[in-house]
């Protein structure tokens, strides 16, 4: 079972974030927060193919989980007026799902492939020929005698999004011609986020509180909205007011504390610390001995530690920095 402070702050979707998911999720590149550079690329990019009456190239969104990248597909979508059509990785099993799918786009409409890292051989080759020319080759009959039929599509744009961009394959990779790499939020922008989350909440929040909020909110939007929502329910079920005190309470509760780090985060470092005398140490030999999964190790936990500069990625593994023996206490006779 995954602990609380986990679930708090996987940046992976979960069932309640889709409620008000919809109510959060900014609905125009103005009201997407910070990423300027990519805003600024985008917007040509729409307008120009808006201006032919093209799709847009194909564009691949790559960055750590809750950063903004199904957001901003919904944004293309809304800016172009087309539909979009959205799937991941791992739902499309058989080109049958894949043709199901093609076949109902309509001109310039907008497929979203989340997860396109853990597309299968057969699908991501199948769309090979969908993203250079529209077509998908359906085979027909086994053997020798298998015939190849090309199911003619209307022109679209597909917009991949991954959180490991290095496990895509070269010739996937290739056929995108954009390739945008989101990046980590900083704390005024998590402030921004978090305030015009409450804004549309109804929520009433002091400033420190909001501060409070995003120093801990692992530079991620979708970490913030989550212990917004935390912070509020705590308010409402102990009748506070929402000041800097009641969220230092209600993530202490969750086991975040002040600079955002999780128990888990903590025995990550312990751990290196400790028992790999500072590291390096390799991902699987941590994994084993912390008996945490790999891949949130890879997706959560590493990508923060080493945004906070307590990890050190190096050829031979991971090591922790002077600052991590620091903040946990360890510094007297280390160094
Ligand atoms: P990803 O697809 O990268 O996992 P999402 O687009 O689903 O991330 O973002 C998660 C939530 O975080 C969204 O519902 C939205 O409320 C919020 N969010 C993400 N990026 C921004 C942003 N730049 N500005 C405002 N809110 C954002």
Redesign the pocket.
Known sequence: MKQKSQLIIA???VEE?RLT?SM???KTLN?????KKLKESLLISIKAAKERGEPIDHLLFS?A????????SYIIAREEGVNIKVTSGPALQRVADLAAILTNLEKNDILFI?EIHRLNRIIEEALYPVMEEFGLDLILGKGPGAKILRLNLSSFTLIG?TTRPSLLSSPLRDRFGFFYQ?NY?NLQEIEE?VK??AYLLNIEIENEATKEIAIRARFT??VA?RFLKRVRDFAQVKKRKIDKDLVDEALSMFEIDNKGLTETDRRVLKMIIEKFNGGPVGLKNLSVTLNEDIFSLEDIYEPYLLQIGFLERTPRGRKATKEAYKYLGYEKGLF
């Open positions: 940046g992976e979707e974030d998911d959060l999720r900014p009201e997407f927060v910070g990423q960055g989980p809750g950063l903004g990248k199904t957001s901003l989340d999004a989101l939020y986020i015009r989350s939007p979708r909205n």
